[in-house]
C-alpha cells in the first residue's frame, strides 16, 4: 500500500523548510549590510540602538573604572566592577535584538563578557596588577576590532 502525502501536508513542510532557512540566516547575517566607510552596517530599531550602545558604554564606563583601580592597585575593586559586565549582563537580551545581529557580532559580544568575568576571576584570586592590565588591554583590543567592523543605521 502506497501512502500519499496531502497537498497541506506537503505546503506545510515547505514552509516549515523555508522559516528555519530564514531563521538560520538571519541567525547567522542578521541584518547587516555593507557600509560606504567599509564596515558592515546593521539595521535596528531606534530602541534596539540605544539598548545597544548603552551596552556598549557600559563596558567602557566598566574598563574606565578598572584603569582607575589598577591606577591604586585596587584589586577588589577591579573584580566588583568587571564582574556585572561579565556574562551576567546578557541574561534577558531580547531574541529579536539577537537575530539581527550578525553571528561574528554576537560571538565578539560574548568574548567581551567572558573577558570581563575572566578579569573578575582573576582579580578575585589576587591577580598581579600587570596580568589584570594586559587582560584589559585584550578586552580592548577586542572593542577595538568590533568597532572597526560594524556600525549602526540610524
Not at 39 to 65: D, I, Y
Request: include cysteine; charged fraction near 20%.
Amino acid at each position: 500500500m502506497v501512502s500519499r502525502v496531502s497537498p497541506i501536508g506537503l505546503a506545510a513542510l515547505v514552509l516549515w523548510a523555508l522559516t528555519l532557512a530564514a531563521a538560520a540566516y538571519f541567525f547567522v547575517f542578521g541584518t547587516a549590510s555593507p557600509a560606504p566607510d567599509g564596515r558592515l552596517q546593521v539595521a535596528l530599531t531606534v530602541a534596539e540602538r540605544e539598548h545597544v550602545l548603552s551596552e556598549m558604554r557600559g563596558l567602557l564606563q566598566a574598563a574606565s573604572s578598572i584603569v582607575d583601580a589598577l591606577a591604586r592597585n585596587d584589586i577588589k575593586a577591579i573584580a566588583e566592577t568587571a564582574g556585572p559586565v561579565g556574562m551576567a549582563a546578557t541574561a534577558g537580551e531580547s531574541p529579536a535584538l539577537l537575530a539581527k545581529l550578525p553571528l561574528d557580532f554576537k560571538a565578539s559580544g560574548m568574548r567581551i563578557h567572558a573577558g570581563f568575568d575572566d578579569i573578575a576571576r582573576e582579580a578575585g584570586a589576587g591577580a598581579p596588577p600587570e596580568r589584570l592590565t594586559r587582560m584589559l588591554a585584550e578586552q580592548l583590543s577586542r572593542c577595538v576590532a568590533c568597532h572597526a567592523s560594524y556600525r549602526f543605521a540610524q
